[in-house]
Nanobody
Framework: QVQLVESGGRLVQPGGSLRLSCAASEVTFSNYSMSWHRRPPGKEREFVAAVTSVEGNTNYADSVKGRFTISRDNAKNTVYLQMKSLKPEDTAVYYC?????????????WGKGTLVIISS
């Protein structure tokens, strides 16, 4: 069973930076696209950023473009989210997701999340 464990979330002042990590196990990590999502307080979960498996192509939500960078280290089975110029509205639980196809069905695996709070 795929396991994803996020880490790095904490309280940060507005304008600060933070790097989140998501470590994957029980999977050939390099074969899969990875993404970050977040759930702000009282809101639905939303897409943040994604990186493809082989080419390493990335895409971002408009709200984080230019401030967040997703990257992956296939040797460490880890995907990162580098965040800068953080705003109070970035406060959320951040989740990583692994996307694959199982028996012809699109399947997603999620971590349990890490809490990021942006506040002075």
């Amino acid at each position: 069973q795929v396991q994803l464990v996020e880490s790095g979330g904490r309280l940060v002042q507005p304008g600060g930076s933070l790097r989140l990590s998501c470590a994957a196990s029980e999977v050939t990590f390099s074969n899969y696209s990875m993404s970050w999502h977040r759930r702000p307080p009282g809101k639905e979960r939303e897409f943040v950023a994604a990186v493809t498996s082989v080419e390493g192509n990335t895409n971002y939500a408009d709200s984080v473009k230019g401030r967040f960078t997703i990257s992956r280290d296939n040797a460490k089975n880890t995907v990162y989210l580098q965040m800068k110029s953080l705003k109070p509205e970035d406060t959320a639980v951040y989740y990583c997701k692994l996307s694959t196809v199982v028996a012809g069905v699109d399947t997603n695996f999620w971590g349990k999340g890490t809490l990021v709070i942006i506040s002075s």
